[in-house]
């Protein structure tokens, strides 16, 4: 009787952060607290509906001539995906079939363990130093593929290109990912990497410095035949996983690198501000290049500080893990809104 239930998969998934709605303050998740470039809205404006009827197109030559110029490579080192986490879950399983586990570090973006059970991928965590910073040396062992987010995430530490390299050359048996997801708040991307090695791929998205979560834009960088593979995968599986629409509106934010820069620069100022402010209170925050930051306080429970800005419509993500249990992980806003953030935390540890 009900023999169907032992056949289904029986993974853990991922755990986003919540997406609430309402008049709250919403710093959990690494958005963008600007609006999109307004050229996107003229895409928006511009977009023909009658393209909806046909499908997108699949090789998205514009959008991929717009990144290849920004970073100067060729569009064929370009793979674009339904935003950056079904363009790692492709790359996973088309780079990542060794007997040997795939090394990350033990605190890093949570998704790449649940990738690994999914498709059934050795892993080993590799644990992070006690500065939370990923040390080369550790990636110096027999390995089937390494995964390295830059800055880390959650904790906000960025490592330079010259480290990340030092990795690539230690492992040319083995492709390395970079997710370099929040580059663009204070990083130097390893892109430029890229026509050295072919056995790195460097990821980034849309969803961060170009303010385009909603929308579901992402894409990896690499040598053809990582391209290929990739290609391969993806068409054994969904071909048309970017749409049109999307297309449309990611080209028109890919050309807007002034708007990248400034809203990027604006975002950097803010997290500055808010850094000395929670210093002048007590806590103590990593190193930051991302456009969050990773804090504590001595004598502050995290979770009850995460639970009270809760209960003033203040959303900022916690982690019940060991290790990064007393810190909280805070996405910065608009200068307005962390502002309120820093009135509620006075409010709070005072209380
Ligand atoms: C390190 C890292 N990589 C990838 C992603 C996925 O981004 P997206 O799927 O929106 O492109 C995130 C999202 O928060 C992230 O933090």
């Known amino acids: 009787m009900n023999n169907w239930k032992n056949n289904l998969c ?8 919540e997406q609430p709605t309402g008049d709250i303050i919403k710093l959990n998740t690494n958005e963008n607290p600007y609006a999109p470039s307004p050229k996107v809205k003229e895409a928006l404006r511009a977009y023909d509906t009658g393209k909806l009827r046909l499908y997108p197109s699949i090789e998205c030559t514009e959008l991929k001539k717009a990144l290849a110029d920004t970073y100067g490579i060729d569009t064929e080192n370009i793979f674009l995906g339904n935003g950056s986490d079904e363009v790692l879950a492709l790359a996973f399983r088309a780079f990542f079939n060794s007997d040997l586990p795939v090394l990350f570090p033990d605190i890093t973006y949570s998704f790449y363990d649940v990738w690994c059970e999914l498709f059934g991928i050795k892993y080993k965590r590799i644990p992070l130093d006690k500065n939370f910073y990923i040390q080369s040396k550790d990636y110096f062992i027999p390995n089937g593929g390494i995964v390295i987010t830059n800055p880390n995430a959650p904790t906000s530490i960025y490592k330079p290109v010259s480290e990340i390299e030092e990795i690539v050359a230690a492992n040319t048996d083995s492709i390395v990912i970079v997710d370099e997801a929040y580059i663009d708040f204070g990083g130097t991307s390893a892109v430029g990497l890229i026509k050295k090695y072919d056995n790195l791929a460097v990821v980034h998205t849309f969803s961060k410095s170009r303010q385009l979560a909603g929308i579901r834009v992402g894409y990896l960088m690499g040598g053809k035949t990582l391209i290929n593979a990739l290609d391969a995968v993806k068409n054994s599986f ?34 500055e501000y808010t850094v000395k402010e929670l210093s002048k209170l007590g806590f103590t925050t990593l190193p930051s290049s991302a456009n969050f930051i990773f804090t504590t306080r001595t004598g502050t429970s995290a979770k009850a500080l995460f639970e009270g800005l809760k209960q003033k419509g203040i959303y900022v993500r916690y982690f019940d893990k060991p290790m990064i249990n007393d810190y909280l992980r805070v996405t910065i806003g608009t200068k307005e809104q962390m502002e309120k953030f820093i009135t509620a935390v006075t409010e709070l540890i005072n209380e």
């Open 10 to 17: 029986k993974i853990t998934p991922y755990v986003p952060g």
């Open 238 to 271: 969904n071909s048309y996983t970017l749409n049109s629409l999307s297309q449309s509106v990611a080209l028109a934010a890919a050309l807007d690198k002034d708007y990248l820069k400034k809203t990027a620069s604006e975002i950097i100022k803010t997290r």
